[in-house]
Structures are given as structure tokens and as C-alpha cells.
């Protein structure tokens, strides 16, 4: 499966962003898939993942309540809100898909987008 991320860009603190990732491919409600995010001089980090049928979600402690995640299977897409930002958001953020259960583990994922930048301003 390909992944397409968009939707970055920048924004002042206690803004909103809604990210998407199109995924290619016919089978796509077969796959659970997460975002990640990677700031500069930092590690990559698991931010949320979404089951293969939604009905399943899982949150970074640092985005609950903040962020929600969602998906389209008719439009093979996986959504990311991103409410009340915070200048620490700022970082490459990522969609991936995996096979069967969705996780927080990032090596966990075989496929990856190539990222959209999110800019959060003081």
C-alpha cells in the first residue's frame, strides 16, 4: 500500500490542523493505521492509530484530548484533528499501515507516508 500525507503547514499556538493520508490500493479497510510525528533532533513518535474498522483508538498521553483520529474506508483515507496546538507539536507527521491489530509501535508498521510538516508558533 502507498501513502500520501497531507495537510501540514503552519499555525499559531491554540490553532487547528486536519491532516489526511490517501491510501492506495484496494484493501485498505483491511489495514489498522497510526500517525507518528518527528521533531527536530528527536526520536520518532507514536501520536495516534485507528483500527481497521474504527471502532478502535488509541491516543499518545501528550494528544489526548487534543487530537482525534479517524478513517474513510469508501475514500481510503486516514484522518488526524489536531485541536488546541502547542508550539511542542511542531514535527514531520506521518501516517503508517500495518496488518491485523492496531499498536503503538511504530516498528510495528510496514508502510509509511512521507510525512507533512506541522509548524506550531508562539
Known amino acids: 500500500v502507498q501513502l500520501q500525507a497531507s495537510g501540514g503547514g503552519l499555525v499559531q499556538a491554540g490553532g487547528s490542523l486536519r491532516l489526511s493520508c490517501v491510501a492506495s490500493g484496494r484493501t485498505f479497510s483491511s489495514y489498522a493505521m497510526g500517525w507518528f510525528r518527528q521533531a527536530p533532533g528527536k526520536e520518532r513518535e507514536f501520536v495516534a492509530a485507528i483500527s481497521w474498522s474504527g471502532s478502535t483508538t488509541y491516543y499518545a498521553d501528550s494528544v489526548k484530548g487534543r487530537f482525534t483520529i479517524s478513517r474513510d474506508n469508501a475514500k481510503n483515507t486516514v484522518y488526524l484533528r489536531m485541536n488546541s496546538l502547542k508550539p511542542e507539536d511542531t514535527a514531520v507527521y506521518y501516517c503508517?499501515?500495518?496488518?491485523?491489530?492496531?499498536?503503538?509501535?511504530?516498528?510495528?508498521?510496514?508502510?509509511w507516508g512521507q510525512g507533512t510538516l506541522v509548524t506550531v508558533s508562539s
Open positions: 503508517a499501515a500495518k496488518t491485523f491489530i492496531a499498536t503503538m509501535d511504530l516498528h510495528q508498521y510496514n508502510y
